[in-house]
Nanobody, 115 residues
Framework: QVQLVESGGGLVQPGGSLTLSCAAS????????MGWYRQAPGKQRELVAT???????YYADSVKGRFTISRDNAKNTVYLQMNNLKPEDTAMYYC?????????WGKGTLVTVSS
């Protein structure tokens, strides 16, 4: 079992930056798949970025070049650095990890991009 807690969301102006954090309740050293998803009001949850051990990172086209996913195994934390934010990035952002046949989700952190 892995508990995930996201943080770092907030209100930011277009063009601004935020860094989201996802703290895991135990070591993520052996977790091979980690990802960030988002869900905007009235829309389905969508994949934003993933990191797979041995395969590297993947980004949705809408965030490619602006977002960066990373992990710090020593801190059991996954990050999502978001630059040049746009109003369409407004959403609840969720962290996800997969270990074996089990998937775990955090409760999300809200990002609002507005002037």
């Amino acid at each position: 079992q892995v508990q995930l807690v996201e943080s770092g969301g907030g209100l930011v102006q277009p063009g601004g930056s935020l860094t989201l954090s996802c703290a895991a309740s135990r070591s993520i050293f052996n977790i091979y798949f980690m990802g960030w998803y988002r869900q905007a009001p009235g829309k389905q949850r969508e994949l934003v970025a993933t990191e797979t051990t041995g395969s590297g990172s993947y980004y949705a086209d809408s965030v490619k070049g602006r977002f960066t996913i990373s992990r710090d195994n020593a801190k059991n934390t996954v990050y999502l650095q978001m630059n040049n934010l746009k109003p369409e990035d407004t959403a609840m952002y969720y962290c996800n990890v997969v270990q074996g046949s089990s998937a775990y989700w955090g409760k999300g952190t809200l990002v609002t991009v507005s002037s």
